[in-house]
C-alpha cells in the first residue's frame, strides 16, 4: 500500500488551504496511477507497457499564458519585459477560486524534490486532478527517501487542475489558460491545460528566480561526465542536437534538460528526462526508444497503432510528441546527479544559412555574448509561412523560463567560466555548403569528431585562424575531419554569396543584441560579431 495507507493524507494539502470531499491520493506509485489514470478513462496502456495519455487543445506549453505575481519583493528583481505581471489580489481570487474548483474532486499528491544538491534542494508538493499527471511529475522531479517523506515540509507547491477555467475579467488572464506564479508565497496554479511540461517548467522558472541569489547557475543545458571526471555543459534550443549529443554511451549522462551550477559542481534538476518521441528509432536513438517500452514510462501525444503500438512517426496530434521516464531507465545515467565543475561548455546552435564553421572556440566574453544572444534558425517548412530559414534568439537558450534579466544569468556564467578556467566551444550542428536548401547537414560523424576532440583537450594544442565574421577562432585542422568544412567559406560554390550570408547573420546579430548593450561592459561589446569588410 502507498503513504496513503499509512496515514491521513489530508495533511498534505493544508498549507495551502485545499479541502475536498473527495479522495487524496498521497504519494501514490506507479502500479496504482496506471490503475487509476485507466479506471478514469484519463489513458491508455501501449502493447509495451507504457502509459500513453493526449492533452486536447495545448499540446506544447502556453507562454502568453503564464503569469508572475508583482509585489514588493519581486517587483524590483523579476525581467518584467520577459514576464507578464499580475497583482497579488489577483492571485488570491484566483487561488480562492482554485480551492473552490476543487472542493469535491479526488486529487492525487506527490512530494518531490527539485535539486540534486543537499544544499540547494527545492522540497515541492504537486497536487494534481489527473492522476497520469501524478505519474508524470513523480517521473520528472527527484523523489525523496521514505525517511524524508515523513517529515517533509515543501519549498513550493503547485496545484494543477486542468478543468478550471480563468475568467479573464475576473482573474486578470489572457484566456481560460493560466499558469500563474507567485515567488513570494511559492505557489503556483495551473489550469485550462492538461499538457504537463507545464508543471516541470514550472519548477524550473522558479529555481530560475531563487538561485541566482545565492550565487548559484541555473541553466537550461544537458550535462555528462566523462570516465575521468571532466564534465561538460551542452546549451541549445530544441533541434540543435542537445539531447542527442550529450548522450554519449563513453560518458555518464548527469541529465538532459535542467541543471544548476553550484559551489560543489554541476547538479541536475531532475531525476527523469522529457524528450521528444517525433520519428524516434531504435536505430538512431536506442536508449531513449527502450524506454518506451518500459512499465512506469508515460507517453504524451504519442498515436497507437490498432495493436497499440506508438507509432513514433505519427505527427496528427502534434509534433511535439514526448515520453517522460525517470533517469535510472537510461543505463549509464549518474546515480547521484552531479558531477564536479565543468571542463568544457558547449554550445550548441543548428545555423541554416550555412555561414558558421562546425566549431569555434569561445572567450568568456564571446561566450556571455553568445548565451545572451541564443542564436539557432528555424528551417523552411518547419512553421506556416516559412519558406527561408529564419533567426531565432532565445536569451540564455531559455528565454520564457528567465524571471530575472538575462545579464544576471550571463554575468554569472562568465565569472563562472573565468573561476573555473572552462573551456567554451560553439558547435554548429546545421548547415554547411549553402544554407538550407543548397547546403547539407553537417555530418553528425564530424560534430562527434570535433566533440570529442574538444573533450578530450586535444583540440587545446590545434591550430587556429580567426573567423573574419565573427571574431572567434576555428581550428585548422582536425584529425578525422573534411578540413573543407571547418572554413564554411570554402565550401560555398559562389564566395561572394557566402560573404553576403554572413553579412546578413551579422547583421540579425548585431539587432537582436541592442537590447542587452546597456548591461554588458565594452569587454562583451567587443565580442560582437563585425562585417566581413570592416574584419579585413
Known amino acids: 500500500m502507498s503513504e ?5 493524507p489530508a495533511w498534505a494539502i493544508d498549507r495551502i488551504g485545499l479541502n475536498t470531499t473527495g479522495a487524496v491520493r498521497y504519494n501514490f506509485g506507479e502500479a496504482v496511477l496506471y490503475e487509476e489514470a485507466i479506471r478514469r478513462g484519463e489513458a491508455r496502456l501501449t502493447a509495451h507497457g507504457a502509459l500513453v495519455a493526449e492533452t486536447g487543445q495545448h499540446t506544447g506549453r502556453s507562454p502568453k499564458d503564464k503569469f508572475v505575481v508583482r509585489d514588493e519583493i519581486t517587483g524590483p528583481h523579476v525581467w518584467w519585459d520577459n514576464n507578464k505581471a499580475i497583482s497579488p489580489a489577483q492571485f488570491d481570487t484566483l487561488l480562492a477560486d482554485f480551492r473552490a474548483h ?3 474532486k479526488d486529487l492525487y499528491v506527490q512530494d518531490l524534490v527539485g535539486g540534486a544538491d543537499e544544499d540547494l534542494k527545492l522540497t515541492t508538493r504537486v497536487v494534481t486532478e489527473l492522476a497520469w499527471h501524478s505519474l508524470f511529475i513523480r517521473n520528472l522531479l527527484i523523489r525523496p527517501k521514505a525517511a524524508e517523506l515523513e517529515h517533509f515540509v515543501p519549498d513550493l507547491t503547485i496545484i494543477d487542475l486542468p478543468s478550471f477555467r480563468a475568467d479573464p475579467v475576473r482573474h486578470g488572464t489572457r484566456t481560460g489558460t ?9 505557489i503556483v496554479l495551473i489550469g485550462g491545460t492538461s499538457y504537463a511540461g507545464e508543471m516541470k517548467k514550472s519548477v524550473f522558472t522558479v529555481l530560475n528566480y531563487l538561485l541566482p541569489a545565492k550565487g548559484v547557475m541555473p541553466m537550461h543545458c544537458s550535462a555528462n561526465e566523462g570516465a575521468g571526471g571532466d564534465a561538460a555543459i551542452f546549451f541549445g534550443l530544441s533541434g540543435t542536437g542537445k539531447t542527442t549529443l550529450s ?6 549522462l548527469v541529465g538532459d534538460d535542467e541543471h544548476g551550477w553550484g559551489p560543489h559542481g554541476i547538479f541536475n534538476f531532475e531525476g527523469g528526462c522529457y524528450a521528444k518521441t517525433i520519428k524516434l528509432s531504435a536505430e538512431a536513438e536506442p536508449e531513449i526508444f527502450a524506454t518506451t517500452q518500459r512499465f512506469g514510462t508515460v507517453l504524451e501525444n504519442v498515436v497507437l497503432d490498432a495493436g497499440r503500438v506508438p507509432d513514433f512517426d505519427d505527427g496528427n496530434l502534434t509534433e511535439n510528441t514526448r515520453c517522460a521516464y525517470p533517469l535510472h ?3 549509464n545515467a549518474s546515480k547521484t546527479g552531479r558531477a564536479g565543475h565543468p571542463k568544457n561548455i558547449i554550445m550548441l546552435t543548428a545555423d541554416a544559412f550555412g555561414v558558421m564553421p562546425p566549431i569555434a572556440r569561445l572567450t568568456p566574453a564571446q561566450a556571455m555574448y553568445h548565451f545572451l544572444s541564443g542564436y539557432t534558425a528555424k528551417v523552411a517548412g518547419t512553421e506556416k509561412g516559412v519558406t527561408e ?3 531565432t534568439f532565445s536569451t540564455c537558450f531559455g528565454a520564457p523560463f528567465m524571471p530575472r534579466h538575462p545579464s544576471e544569468y550571463g554575468n554569472l556564467l562568465r565569472e563562472l567560466i573565468a573561476h573555473h578556467g572552462v573551456d567554451c566551444w560553439l558547435v554548429n550542428t546545421g548547415w554547411t555548403g549553402g544554407a538550407y536548401g543548397t547546403g547539407k547537414r553537417m555530418p553528425i560523424k564530424a560534430t562527434r569528431a570535433l566533440l570529442a576532440a574538444a573533450l578530450e583537450g586535444s583540440l587545446k594544442g590545434a591550430d587556429y585562424r580567426t573567423d573574419a565574421n565573427f571574431g572567434f577562432e576555428v581550428p585548422v585542422a582536425v584529425a578525422g575531419v573534411d578540413r573543407a568544412i571547418l572554413d564554411p567559406r570554402s565550401t560555398w560554390a559562389d564566395t561572394s554569396a557566402y560573404d553576403l550570408q554572413a553579412a546578413r547573420l551579422v547583421g540579425m546579430f548585431a539587432i537582436n543584441f541592442e537590447k542587452f548593450e546597456p548591461h554588458v561592459d565594452a569587454v562583451v561589446l567587443g565580442a560582437a560579431p563585425r562585417m566581413r569588410e570592416a574584419a579585413e
Open 178 to 186: 493560466v499558469i500563474a506564479v507567485d515567488l513570494s508565497r511559492m
Open 329 to 331: 531507465f537510461i543505463p
Open 4 to 8: 496513503a495507507g499509512k496515514r491521513n
Open 389 to 391: 530559414p529564419e533567426a
Open 102 to 104: 476543487a472542493a469535491e
Open 247 to 252: 548522450a554519449d554511451p563513453s560518458r555518464t
